[in-house]
């Protein structure tokens, strides 16, 4: 038996006790169209193997049992499991290493950015809006841990801050964008946390901000001032000064505010005017 197959594999319920096995027997439809009873044995399936990896106590990287294996856990067919699969995998719940096997996924925020991403690239009416609503979010929760940042920041922090918003500055002199500097920056603000989750969500948002801002003007004034700003929350940091830190994260985020509310109302006049 594989690796895998040597841990406890018992056929579970969603509550987690043992079965003989999910009843596999064709059940009266009450109506219900085909496509919804296949959907909802999916999550079913996809269910059972969530319990199964917290029964196992299983790690993210650690491997699942085999598919015939799971099969016999979760008492259900090949191509159940396969479908359940699809969907946590989907969710970076579980990993598929084609030719390796199944492994419990990094528990990543990939499928959140996805929804986000998407909602705001549906509606070039809504793109915006959802632009304004992760602004304010990302603003929340900086400026409302601002205590804790300056608590728990250390000389290599700060050095770094200090570094990334000089490498910021000197970009904007260039007349270049500096994408990638600007989310490293944050994510440092927030890793004084120690808080994984919110390093997550951190660079989660960034991810969805870069991807749905749709067609924010961008001028080698306004990369200068947002270097500049990201300067002041840097000296603010190193200074210590929590205060200082909420002002200059709140100077930082108004030009953006204000670039977004323009090219709204822009696009409701050129709406109003088809």
Same mark, same amino acid.
């Given at each position: 038996?594989?690796?895998?197959?040597?841990?406890?594999?018992?056929?579970?319920?969603?509550?987690?006790?043992?079965?003989?096995?999910?009843?596999?027997?064709?059940?009266?439809?009450?109506?219900?169209?085909?496509?919804?009873?296949?959907?909802?044995?999916?999550?079913?399936?996809?269910?059972?193997?969530?319990?199964?990896?917290?029964?196992?106590?299983?790690?993210?990287?650690?491997?699942?049992?085999?598919?015939? =294996?799971?099969?016999?856990?979760?008492?259900?067919? *090949?191509?159940?499991?396969?479908?359940?699969?699809?969907?946590?995998?989907?969710?970076?719940?579980?990993?598929?290493?084609?030719?390796?096997?199944?492994?419990?996924?990094?528990?990543?925020?990939?499928?959140?950015?996805? %929804?986000?991403?998407?909602?705001?690239?549906?509606?070039?009416?809504?793109?915006? #809006?959802?632009? %304004?609503?992760?602004?304010?979010?990302?603003?929340?929760?900086?400026?409302?841990?601002?205590?804790?940042?300056?608590?728990?920041?250390?000389?290599?922090?700060? %050095?770094? #801050?200090? #570094?990334?918003?000089?490498?910021? *500055?000197?970009?904007?002199?260039?007349?270049?964008?500096?994408?990638?500097?600007?989310?490293?920056?944050?994510?440092?603000?927030?890793?004084?946390?120690?808080?994984?989750?919110?390093?997550?969500? &951190?660079?989660?948002?960034?991810?969805?901000?870069?991807?749905?801002?749709?067609?924010?003007?961008?001028?080698?004034?306004?990369?200068?001032?947002?270097?500049?700003?990201?300067?002041?929350?840097?000296?603010?940091?190193?200074?210590?000064?929590?205060?200082?830190?909420?002002?200059?994260?709140?100077?930082?985020? =108004?030009?953006? *505010?204000?670039?977004?509310?323009?090219?709204?109302?822009?696009?409701? &006049?050129?709406?109003?005017?088809?």
């Amino acid at each position: 038996m594989s690796d895998a197959g040597m841990l406890s594999v018992t056929r579970i319920t969603t509550e987690g006790k043992a079965m003989s096995g999910t009843n596999l027997s064709p059940q009266p439809d009450n109506g219900i169209p085909a496509r919804r009873r296949t959907r909802h044995l999916r999550e079913t399936v996809a269910d059972d193997i969530k319990q199964l990896i917290l029964q196992q106590r299983l790690r993210p990287g650690d491997p699942l049992p085999t598919e015939a =294996e799971l099969c016999d856990a979760v008492g259900a067919s *090949r191509s159940s499991v396969r479908e359940a699969v699809k969907t946590l995998a989907a969710l970076d719940i579980v990993e598929v290493r084609h030719g390796h096997g199944t492994y419990v996924g990094g528990m990543s925020l990939a499928a959140l950015v996805e %929804s986000l991403a998407f909602r705001g690239l549906l509606s070039q009416a809504d793109d915006h #809006l959802v632009l %304004s609503e992760l602004v304010e979010v990302r603003q929340t929760l900086e400026q409302g841990l601002a205590d804790q940042i300056i608590a728990g920041l250390d000389d290599d922090h700060r %050095s770094e #801050l200090s #570094l990334l918003a000089d490498g910021m *500055r000197q970009k904007a002199a260039d007349g270049k964008e500096f994408i990638e500097l600007d989310r490293e920056f944050h994510l440092m603000l927030m890793e004084p946390l120690g808080n994984n989750l919110i390093l997550q969500l &951190t660079g989660a948002f960034w991810d969805v901000h870069t991807i749905v801002a749709p067609s924010l003007e961008t001028t080698s004034e306004s990369l200068r001032v947002t270097a500049e700003h990201h300067c002041d929350i840097a000296a603010a940091a190193v200074a210590g000064d929590a205060d200082a830190l909420r002002t200059a994260i709140a100077n930082h985020y =108004e030009p953006i *505010r204000a670039s977004i509310a323009g090219a709204r109302a822009q696009r409701g &006049t050129a709406s109003s005017e088809v």
